[in-house]
């Protein structure tokens, strides 16, 4: 990595980039490679005017009538959630039907979670889930199980001995796809069919799967999933999350916040709930119109984009990293953590270092922004919507920097 310019083959690949056109549709500060879209993904630049418009013109001027007004065209805002629901289903393999959207990717993990034990085996009560999940997965199962009174067992497991774990007694598997801290990612397919083999119902968690590259739930017979809006999805801060449930369980699943918004007819003012029809039964209250908005604008810049181009990127973005730091793993205390297995690997790189929370400090100082994660890991995020292998070059250079500067 001594070269100054772009080397010549990191310039072809840019050059014959079929995604290259969509960074324009994100805004991208100056001065910045923003390498975290898998916390918060960066801004699609007609989100504000939409925003906007929804602000000024449905409620500053239609008030309360934007609730029903525009229904045949599809702009009524009581079916938002629904067509943000068909846009989300596209990406992740699933009918419209199928997804609900709103309340946060915690909110929906609870919800699946308690969908999924109402349909699992009767007398089964373990919880199998990978030992290092994100916490709020582990943390609304605990709650959950409080609620239950404690009659269930949460058995957390290193997720390479999930199989091993997978008995004929697990009511529920809760696995998060893609590790948030080193980017591992599971068979998602390969273990569906695991627990399905054994009777045990799926919940997946897929924060760093939507949008991240082509997911195909039903083609793997999975049962129920979460997902947030604001990662790969480009939904803004706090963007509502989504959730799915295969539509062989929405006769059964129970609808543990059973909400008037998840009512077949809400403003029938039933006293008894009637769930409406599909997963729209799990949108519990009020769709939060501005947010939602922002969701279904930034959905759009996915429209004409081929899933399995926007993989193929993935992997040429992230490989590349992975290249261009390896002589770095030889001069520094640097591990690469991500599995360089593509089958094995979302759309990060992360790797171990003993000041990873300082050099994180001084990357983002000098414009690079990943994440610190404890206890020791650097983490970069690669959107294959707005990432250049000129941006990676440029990344890579800045990794180098800074070790040097530490070292
Ligand atoms: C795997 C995973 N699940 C869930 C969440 C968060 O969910 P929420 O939208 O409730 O903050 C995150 C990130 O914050 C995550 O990485
Ligand atoms: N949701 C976040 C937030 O509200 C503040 C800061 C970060 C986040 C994140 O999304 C963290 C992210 N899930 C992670 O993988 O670490």
Redesign the pocket.
């Known amino acids: 990595m001594t070269t100054l310019t772009l080397p010549d083959h990191l310039m072809a690949l840019d050059a014959r980039d079929p995604l290259a056109h969509k960074r324009s549709e994100f805004h991208l500060p100056r001065g910045v490679v923003y390498l975290d879209g898998?916390?918060l993904g960066a801004l699609p630049r007609r989100v504000p005017e939409r925003v906007a418009q929804v602000a000024q013109g449905e409620w500053g001027e239609q008030l309360i009538r934007s609730w029903t007004a525009g229904a045949e065209e599809g702009r009524d805002w009581m079916a938002l959630p629904d067509r943000v629901a068909a846009k989300i289903a596209r990406l992740i393999g699933a009918a419209p039907h199928e997804v609900a959207v709103g309340d946060s990717t915690s909110v929906n993990t609870f919800k699946v979670l308690a969908a999924a034990l109402g349909v699992a085996q009767p007398g089964r009560r373990i919880i199998l889930t990978d030992a290092e999940n994100?916490p709020t997965d582990l943390y609304v199962a605990q709650g959950l199980n409080a609620l239950l009174g404690g009659t269930l067992e949460l058995r957390r497991v290193p997720a390479d001995d999930i199989e091993t774990h997978l008995t004929d007694d697990v009511a529920v598997l809760l696995l998060t796809q893609v590790d948030?801290r080193t980017g591992r990612r599971l068979d998602l397919k390969g273990i569906t069919a695991q627990a399905q083999a054994k009777g045990t119902v799926t919940v997946w968690d897929l924060?760093h799967s939507a949008g991240a590259f082509p997911v195909d739930l039903n083609g793997a017979g999975a049962d129920f999933a979460v997902g947030c809006g604001y990662?790969f999805l480009n939904g803004g801060p706090g963007a509502p999350a989504f959730l799915f449930a295969a539509e062989r369980h929405h006769a059964q699943a129970p609808v543990a916040i059973s909400g008037w918004m998840g009512h077949a007819d809400p403003f029938e003012m039933a006293r008894d709930f009637t769930p409406a029809p599909g997963a729209r039964r799990f949108v519990a209250g009020t769709p939060m119109v501005l947010s939602l908005s922002a969701l279904d604008e930034a959905l759009d810049v996915f429209a004409d984009v081929d899933m399995e181009a926007l993989r193929a990127k993935s992997l040429s973005l992230t490989d590349t990293f992975i290249e261009l730091l390896e002589p770095l793993t030889a001069r520094f205390p640097l591990t690469l953590v991500t599995p360089l297995d593509h089958a094995r690997r979302g759309s990060q790189v992360s790797y171990r270092h003993p000041q990873a929370r300082e050099v994180m400090a001084d990357l983002i100082a000098a414009g690079i922004i990943g994440?610190f994660?404890t206890p020791d890991i650097l983490r970069f995020g690669f959107t294959p919507l707005y990432h250049s292998h000129a941006d990676v070059w440029q990344a890579a250079r800045g990794v180098q920097a800074a070790l040097e500067a530490r070292a």
Request: proline letters at 0%; glycine letters at 0%.
């Open positions: 898998n916390s994100f948030y924060a990662k994440d994660r």
